[in-house]
């Protein structure tokens, strides 16, 4: 975290340090999702750019790495859109691979991953619940008889379930 504070402090220094610890990682990061090596070189400049523009800005609670790929996700949505609105308007001479189909897969990806760690956290008994019910789609009454609980007691388990994501994933929208 003192890596952090130097950094705020305008310490060139300890931001090359910083870049060349997560250079690779953050290109390997866009790479992964976007297949392009262009876009992950111009996604990976783009991030350093904005954190060391945005220095004051940084969380001295938060690792750095965390902050650095939360500012490459953001990065690089904001490529892709750009790329989908030149090849938008620029139609179908327009050679790219980049489409809003692109964007909202990553979006859904992460958004899936977000869901999925909320689920993980929840209570064990509500999260079988949940799951048999969402993702194996078992009635109320199903899940009551299998697991010798009440129906309300299971619309009570999907009801906390469906309320704690709701609201996380209201913050996150924010």
Known sequence: MNLIASIQKDNVHAFSQVYETFH?????????RTKSEFLAEEVTQLTFIKAWKNRAKLN???PINIQLFGIAKQVMIDELRKEAN???????????PFTDNLIKA?????????IDGDIANMPPVRRHVFELSRKQGLTHKEIAQMLNISNK?????ISKALLQLKQHLYSVML
């Open 106 to 114: 990553l979006e859904s990806k992460d958004l899936m991953r977000l």
């Open 86 to 96: 030149r090849f938008k308007y620029e139609g179908e001479a327009a050679a790219t």
């Open 153 to 157: 007691a299971v619309e009570q388990h």
């Open 60 to 62: 001295h609670t938060l």
């Open 24 to 32: 690779r990682e953050i290109y390997g990061f866009i790479f992964q």
